[in-house]
């Protein structure tokens, strides 16, 4: 018996306005696995997330989360089922507090739980409580971004350039708190454009281009692949 994916694209496609960017695409991230979704500046990577967290209506296909459909959901009715877009840009509430900001994220609830969460991942934050989110670095910005997942407990994270712009000491902490998640089966779909690292920690990989799926793959199989070197070669 095949299980049921965390998340499932058949067939989407989407765009904004008369433009259409993505087409007919499918993409199934596997209960408990890392899916790199990768391809070149404008391939449509952060449409696709955007679509599945419920930011932008598909013109065709369908969405389903666990097996279930909620192409028609709303993104708070997507995030309760489990579902939580870390997006482009980090999406934090600059003007509020860090402690603001991780209450925001719990949805009010529990929220000394989870800013001792997002703490023990990153002492920094534990460190910045009171601290106004939009006067932080760019890194601790994005340690705060990364805690929405740590805090709301989602399931399926969708990850979208987590690491642009962070120095490299700062990019592995970031990125020993996705392999947190992993470790603790979540699912993940991850968009990077630094290629080397998220290859090390996915199981499979998707390459995006045009707004078609390119390739499908495992990571090893990047390594000699014509079609993977064409699309991103040139950043791993
Ligand atoms: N809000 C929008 N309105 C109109 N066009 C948009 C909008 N957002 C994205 N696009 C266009 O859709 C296409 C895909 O953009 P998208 O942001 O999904 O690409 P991406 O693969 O995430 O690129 P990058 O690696 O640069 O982040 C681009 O041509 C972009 O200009
Ligand atoms: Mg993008």
New binding site residues.
């Given amino acids: 018996m095949t299980s049921i994916p965390a998340l499932q694209y058949r067939g989407i496609t989407a ?3 008369r ?1 259409t ?1 993505l087409r007919n695409v499918d993409l199934v991230a596997p209960a408990g696995k890392v899916v790199a979704l990768l ?10 997330l ?1 679509v599945a967290a419920g930011l932008l209506a598909p013109t065709g296909g369908t969405v389903q989360v666990h097996g279930k459909d909620v192409t028609h959901l709303s993104e708070a009715q997507r995030a309760g089922r489990g579902l939580c877009l870390i997006p ?1 840009g980090r999406g934090i509430f600059r003007q509020l507090t860090v402690r603001e900001n991780l209450a925001m994220f719990a949805g009010g609830k529990k929220v000394a739980e989870a800013v001792d969460r997002a703490a023990t991942a990153f002492p920094i934050l534990g460190d910045r409580l009171g601290q106004e989110a939009g006067t932080m670095s760019g890194g601790q910005q994005q340690m705060l971004a990364v805690s929405r997942a740590l805090v709301n407990q989602a399931d399926v994270i969708l990850a ?2 987590l690491s642009v712009g962070l120095a490299p000491v700062v990019v592995d902490e970031i990125f020993e708190a996705v392999d947190g998640f992993r470790r603790e089966g979540r699912s993940l779909v991850v ?1 990077e ?1 630094y290629v080397g690292r998220v290859l090390g920690l996915a199981d499979y990989v998707y390459i ?1 281009n045009k ?1 078609q799926i390119a390739f499908v793959g495992e990571p090893e199989q990047c390594r000699d692949d014509a079609v993977f070197d064409r699309y991103v070669g040139a950043t791993h």
């Fill in positions: 765009g904004y306005g433009t960017v391809g070149p500046n404008g391939a449509g990577k952060s449409t696709l955007k482009e979208d350039e968009v454009q995006l707004g």
